[in-house]
């Protein structure tokens, strides 16, 4: 899979509220409720405001969590990055 | 329409036409005791009509519409006029109110608070309502229950209590014949009949109250308590909306604080005994 | 007067909302509701001495009409998200057209499903990145579906998976076998864009295709609506450029659609009290017909003209399809049944 980069959804877009073990996410655009549970938080919150891809994100994941910067990571948020843009929260930049 | 009603119950005021006098006056005597006004515009529209003119007389054959109309729905006898009727009643509400979340619940109040139910048709809330609200709890209703999207206050929603199959000798030991609607027999949901509110219970329909409990109830099966998360709340919550999606952020907030400041547990319980002592049990314990 | 008169009448100003007695509300709101406009009457009375069970409720409208447009719109933002990567070029129609460029019509204005129009040559390639973001076909009967293909001016209908919404994407906007072919091509290359960076038809032709869509495709149905847009929309158009009429005559007679924009300019003035120049204020007697299908309501709601409704039901596919087509479409419709 190619490494595509996307970006976030502009600030105040987003209203996210944690509720137990699952995020409770309202897009302001959409109208829409996701429903989500880790890694997606992290990964939206770890996006900012910059494009970003795969790798990207791994690296900067690493950096706050306890996380390998080894190539399996990168398959996997690679394809949660896409689960996203399909629900409309990220975008392809 | 030739045949004409309002009725009043909670915020909604409700105007029914319909092709045949008999349900008119069916819920004429249900809801004789709700307050009347003749000059307040009806919120919701509920039409109960003949397909073809003939069909008024020959095998005459109930269809349910109004503001909304679900193409294709199955129209019923006109023995059942009267459920066809609440089921109107339901309908227009569900799809069309948007003042309030609505949610598929129960609801009955006790010192200024108020136990919601959430659940499908068989799971026992509208029954447990109705045998709470003729003890010392206020009915505010069996089928929906309304949130406030502002301050989060439950608002009654007090229709007819719609009692099914062995419910209805359940309830009709404990109260006055005169407060019981006829008998619906064999109904698509089988034998029905209608309870009539208790009067304080009517009285009281519009003020709000703040929940402090939510159950989710299952009936048949041991007794069992199972506390539940607020996202799984929320989940379930979502699905026993009738306008969630609809109502936009204002209804993520609402639903959002609901489950945050509300404890809520999945109970089930084999008959409505064990049922109503979890719930007074639990009640105990929310208070606290 | 009858309810559905009343209502028109609010709506064109002629008529003072404070001087309804309380109960003529039910058949006002009853008549919008029918109509799929009782956001639209409740954004024209915002400001207006209503009674407040009345005022309660029109501010629940307009609340869940601002709710429901932004929904249909995103559903035009995801569309775009979908056909950007190939460059493929969607304008916007119909309501989310009108949200989209912020037009007087769009307050309170339901919208349904997106419609959207492509060059015929890409349709082929919007349906497959459509399909690939997650739209899917809604099941249909497979007559239908080739007589979609083959002889009506959109793919069949498309559903969206996880957001249940629908799409149409058109190549042009009326029926290929219609007896009237509007200019796709020139709707296409001489698009706007909104300001909410859509691309939308520019101003005669989006007359054009309201006027199309309420008298030329439709039965009729949704026509105090679509009228209401035509009337508003002109309206607003001739108040930016008055010389509006003059493009408006000239795209109309491009597209072959003069006679229906004319028509619904008549009926504007007929029924929403439009200002019309020279050439455009005449009589039709033909306007008879249109004027009580558009009254054709009672204040409970339903249409009160049943053989009316008929006959425009197979006027609208008369105008759609040659009379052999029509012969065999209907009687397959009826079999059906």
């Keep these: ?15 996210i509220e944690p509720l137990g073990e699952l995020t409770a996410i309202f897009d302001r655009r959409s109208m829409q409720t996701h429903l989500v549970v880790s890694p997606m938080p992290e990964i939206l919150d770890a996006m900012g405001a910059d494009a970003c891809n795969a790798a990207g994100l791994a690296t900067r994941l690493a950096a706050a969590f306890d996380l390998d910067v080894a190539e399996d990571v990168k398959p996997i948020l690679a394809e949660r990055l896409s689960e996203l843009a399909a629900m409309g929260l990220v975008e392809r930049a | 329409m030739k045949n004409k009603l309002r009725i009043a119950v909670g915020p909604v005021q409700f105007r029914i036409g ?6 008119i006056a069916a819920l004429a005597r249900l809801y004789a005791g709700y307050p009347q006004d003749d000059t307040r515009p009806a919120d919701a529209t509920v039409r109960l009509f003949a397909a073809r003119p003939w069909r008024r007389w020959l095998r005459p054959s109930v269809h349910i519409g109004g503001d909304f109309v679900v193409p294709d729905a199955l129209p019923l006898p006109l ?42 048709s068989g799971s026992g809330k509208s029954t447990l309502a109705a045998l709470l609200g003729e003890g010392d709890w206020r009915l505010m209703g069996d089928e929906f229950t309304l949130i406030d999207l502002f301050g989060g206050d439950t608002l009654a929603f007090p229709r007819a209590v719609s009692l099914k199959n062995e419910a209805i000798a359940e309830v009709a030991a404990r109260v006055d014949p005169a407060r019981l609607g006829p008998l619906l027999a064999a109904t698509p949901k089988g034998d029905i009949r209608h309870l009539i509110p208790r ?37 379930r919550l979502t699905e026993a909306s ?4 609809a109502l936009g952020e204002a209804g993520f907030a609402a639903l959002t604080r609901l489950v945050r400041e509300t404890p809520a547990f999945g109970i089930s319980y084999p008959d409505s005994a064990a049922g109503i002592a979890l719930v007074e049990q639990l009640w105990a314990e929310a208070a606290k | 007067m009858s309810a559905v008169r009343t209502f028109v009448d609010l709506l064109a100003g002629r008529r003072d909302p404070a001087a309804l007695a309380p109960r003529d509300w039910d058949g006002v709101i009853g008549v919008a509701r029918s109509e799929a406009m009782l956001a639209t009457l409740a954004h024209s009375l915002a400001d207006a001495g209503l009674p407040p ?3 309660t409720l ?72 459509l399909l690939k973001a997650g739209w899917e076909w809604v099941k249909s009967d497979p007559y239908d579906d080739a007589y979609y293909r083959q002889h009506m001016h959109e793919l069949p209908p498309m559903i969206h998976k996880a957001r249940d919404r629908m799409i149409d994407v058109h190549h042009t906007i009326l029926p290929r076998t219609h007896r009237i072919t509007p200019d796709a091509l020139a709707l296409v290359s001489d698009a706007v864009t909104s300001s909410a960076g859509f691309a939308v038809l520019n101003p005669a032709d989006m007359a054009c295709h309201c006027a199309a869509h309420m008298l030329a495709d439709g039965d009729l149905q949704g026509g105090l609506r679509n009228l209401w847009d035509f009337h508003t929309m002109t309206r607003d158009f001739v108040a930016a450029d008055p010389g509006f009429w003059g493009q408006l005559d000239g795209r109309a007679s491009l597209h072959g659609l003069q006679s229906a924009v004319h028509r619904a300019a008549r009926l504007s003035r007929d029924l929403y009290g439009a200002a019309l120049p020279d050439g455009w204020d005449r009589q039709d007697p033909a306007d008879t017909w249109f004027r009580r299908r558009l009254f054709a309501r009672d204040d409970w709601g339903r249409v009160t003209d049943p053989l009316l409704e008929q006959a425009f039901y197979i006027r609208s596919h008369w105008l759609r399809m040659p009379p052999v087509m029509l012969a065999k479409h209907l009687w397959t419709k009826w079999r059906k049944r």
């Design chain 2, 79 to 120: 023995s059942m006029g009267l459920l066809a009727a609440e089921m109107g009643m339901n309908l227009q509400v569900a799809l069309g109110w948007r003042r309030h979340m609505l949610l598929h619940a129960s609801a009955v109040a006790k010192d200024g608070r108020a136990l919601i139910m959430s659940g499908e």
């Design chain 2, 199 to 235: 009067a304080d219970a009517i009285a009281a329909m519009h003020e709000p109250v703040r929940p402090a409990l939510l159950l989710f109830p299952r009936f048949g099966g041991e007794v069992a308590v199972e506390p539940m998360g607020e996202g799984e709340a929320f989940v």
């Design chain 3, 58 to 129: 029109f501010a629940d409208q307009r609340a869940a009409a601002k709710v429901a447009q932004a929904q249909a719109l995103w559903e035009a933002e995801m569309a775009r998200r979908a056909l950007a990567p190939t460059g493929i070029e969607f304008v916007l129609l119909k309501g989310a057209a009108y949200a989209a460029a912020d037009m007087a019509c769009s307050a309170g204005r339901q919208i349904g499903d997106l419609d959207i129009l492509v060059l015929a040559h890409d349709i082929r390639r919007a349906e497959n990145l």
């Design chain 1, 1 to 15: 899979m190619t490494d595509r980069t996307y970006r976030a959804a502009p600030p105040g877009a987003l209203r």
């Design chain 2, 18 to 23: 319909s092709d045949w006098a008999e349900p």
């Design chain 2, 242 to 245: 009738t306008n969630y999606v």
């Design chain 3, 53 to 55: 069970a009345v005022a």
